[in-house]
Structure formats: structure tokens, C-alpha cells
């Protein structure tokens, strides 16, 4: 199982609302990450998750909650979110470290926010 | 920071052999890697280059030059579905950095 998955596919919430994306990977790997990407722009790192412990990215507005409950298991808490961080949420792994050497990506969360 | 820098668009038509370069100022990076993403579609994985020279998968091959801090992917046999957008990528310390990516459009 070569699978990196995501709920929901999409999202629409309003500026006052709280929310949760889900992810989960079967392959065992130690390494979870979330990004954000813009629509023509590269995926940007948001949160590295590895071997379960957090990396933040201090430029991500405190908005944007991980919670990794266990290694297959990746969620981002989303509260008081803002217009601009409508994106295509995606979220990835890869077998250890950070370094990032061949990432698995789930088809990701298209977020609105209204 | 990290910096790298991609041509924004390449076309090309079936059967040839197109060249993505990249380069970057970085420095202390794990090795350059490369990825494809079709529009709304997700990023896949293609090549990583952890020492300088060529790596070759399929009809896919990567090159990187640390002494030059410059990479490329050769793409060769062009198909329909090769048009994508491709985005080199490196790993540092505990951040992952993508280029801006090159929209490639292979024409028939």
C-alpha cells in the first residue's frame, strides 16, 4: 500500500468556524508533513512531523494546529481561519528523517474560506 | 534561506527530448530531488540526486552539479501525458523547499 490519503476533499468553512483535515499512511513511514499550496505556485512546507515529533515552520500563523495522534495519523486543526489561506492542502510522508528524499503526497483538502 | 530558481514554461512535442534546469543558492542540502504534479493532481516523487552525475529511470534522468549549484531533468520519448508541472526540491536540516516550478506542455 503505497497510499497517502485525505478527508475531506473539500472543504468550505466560514472565518468563525473550526474544522479538522485528516490524513493517514499504511507504509510505515516516520515522516509526515502538511503544506499549503496556492493555486500555480509550489507546495509549501507548513508542519514536519518525524518519528512523531514536531518541527515547526514559525512563519505558519497559530490558526493552523497539527496533531499527529499516532505515525499513521496526521490531522490539521483549522480555527478563525482568514480568506487568504484558501488552498489546496496537502499532505505527505516519507520513510524517515526530514530530508525529505522521495515524498508520498495525498491528493489533498481544497479549502475555501468565506 | 533557500533559493532555486526553474525556467517557468517549456514546449515541446511528442517524441522529443526536453531539459528543466534548475539552480539554487543553498547550501548544506541532502541532495536534489524532483517532482511532477498534473493539474489537480498531487505532487509525485521522480528522481533524487544525492551526489553529483546522472541517474537515469526510464525515459526520466536527473543531473546535479554541487560545485556549479545546478541540477536539470531530461525528459526523453515525450508523451501527451508528460505535460505537467515539474518542480525541483531540496531537503535541509528539518525544512523541505520547492523551486517555482516549470509548466512543461508537450505538443502532438
Known amino acids: 500500500d503505497t497510499e497517502v490519503t485525505q478527508t475531506p476533499k473539500h472543504l468550505v468553512m466560514g472565518m468563525t468556524n473550526k474544522k479538522s483535515l485528516k490524513c493517514e499512511q499504511h507504509?510505515?513511514?516516520?515522516?509526515m508533513y502538511w503544506y499549503k499550496q496556492k493555486a500555480k505556485k509550489p507546495p509549501e512546507l507548513m508542519f514536519v512531523y518525524s518519528y512523531e515529533k514536531l518541527s515547526i515552520n514559525e512563519s505558519v500563523p497559530s490558526r493552523f494546529s497539527p496533531e499527529c495522534p499516532n505515525s499513521s495519523l496526521l490531522n490539521l486543526h483549522l480555527h478563525a481561519l482568514q480568506p487568504e489561506d484558501s488552498a489546496l492542502y496537502l499532505c505527505?510522508?516519507?520513510?524517515?528523517?526530514?530530508?525529505?528524499?522521495?515524498?508520498?503526497f495525498g491528493p489533498g483538502t481544497r479549502l475555501t474560506v468565506t | 534561506g533557500q533559493s532555486l530558481e526553474q525556467p517557468s514554461e517549456v514546449t515541446a512535442v511528442e517524441g522529443a527530448i526536453v531539459q528543466i534546469n534548475c539552480t539554487y543558492q543553498?547550501?548544506?542540502?541532502?541532495?536534489l530531488s524532483w517532482y511532477q504534479q498534473h493539474d489537480g493532481g498531487a505532487p509525485t516523487f521522480l528522481s533524487y540526486?544525492?551526489?553529483?552525475g546522472l541517474e537515469e529511470t526510464g525515459r526520466f534522468s536527473s543531473f546535479l552539479s554541487r560545485s556549479d549549484s545546478y541540477g536539470y531533468l531530461l525528459l526523453q520519448e515525450l508523451q501527451m501525458k508528460d505535460s505537467a508541472s515539474y518542480f525541483c526540491?531540496?531537503?535541509?536540516?528539518?525544512?523541505?523547499?520547492f523551486g517555482p516550478g516549470t509548466r512543461l506542455s508537450v505538443l502532438p
Open positions: 543553498t547550501s548544506g542540502f541532502y541532495g
Open positions: 507504509m510505515g513511514h516516520r515522516a
Open positions: 505527505a510522508s516519507s520513510q524517515e528523517g526530514t530530508s525529505g528524499i522521495e515524498q508520498y
Open positions: 540526486n544525492a551526489l553529483d
Open positions: 526540491a531540496v531537503g535541509y536540516g528539518q525544512n523541505f523547499v
